[in-house]
């Protein structure tokens, strides 16, 4: 592995990732979902698992969920200070949340109707996040093995900023010379500039 920093010649990586990237965020939002409907924990699952846990039965009530879009605004904002050059960038996180079982609708609508308590969003908050958007609840049963499987979807959109920060070297000191193309030279000094 090459070392990060601009004397290397390299790209220069990130030096701190945001605490919720990929798996981290689906199980942030699995926290929340199991407080804010009331359903288990272990039954608050990631979509998307390297090794996919047993299906439930069909009469149990469980939800699949995970983050399916990051939008990163257009606009980011920069610091410098100390050696450390922070970029600060919001987006638009949007996440889907699929409620199974026998009271598969319920439990989506506890979701949507659930966030008008502020309290409830509190949640996110604390861990970087707002409630952006909606939408409705969709009804979206499959036949399996000749028997309904209830299913209902919402998706969500949540805004949060982020930060990386990139170690950057301040330059101290420059000595040159400058030349011109009709012959000028002058030699140059940072050391002393004010």
Request: charged share 20%.
């Amino acid at each position: 592995m090459t070392e990060n920093s601009p004397a290397s010649g390299g790209m220069l990586q990130t030096a701190t990732l945001n605490a919720a990237e990929d798996v981290n965020l689906d199980l942030l939002l699995g926290d929340w979902i199991s407080q804010l409907t009331g359903l288990p924990r272990n039954l608050c699952r990631r979509r998307w698992q390297e090794s996919p846990p047993v299906q439930p039965a069909r009469d149990t009530d469980w939800c699949a969920l995970g983050v399916t879009t990051v939008m990163p605004d257009q606009n980011i904002a920069a610091t410098f200070k100390d050696n450390v050059y922070t970029l600060h960038l919001h987006e638009t996180i949007e996440a889907l949340f699929s409620f199974y079982g026998i009271n598969a609708s319920q439990n989506a609508m506890s979701l949507r109707v659930g966030l008008n308590v502020s309290v409830n969003r509190t949640f996110l908050t604390n861990n970087g996040m707002t409630f952006l958007r909606s939408s409705d609840v969709r009804r979206v049963p499959a036949i399996i093995n000749q028997l309904t499987l209830m299913r209902s979807d919402i998706s969500m959109q949540f805004r949060r900023q982020e930060q990386r920060t990139y170690p950057i070297q301040s330059v101290l000191v420059s000595d040159g010379y400058i030349t011109t193309t009709d012959g000028f030279n002058c030699k140059f000094s940072t050391e002393y500039a004010e």
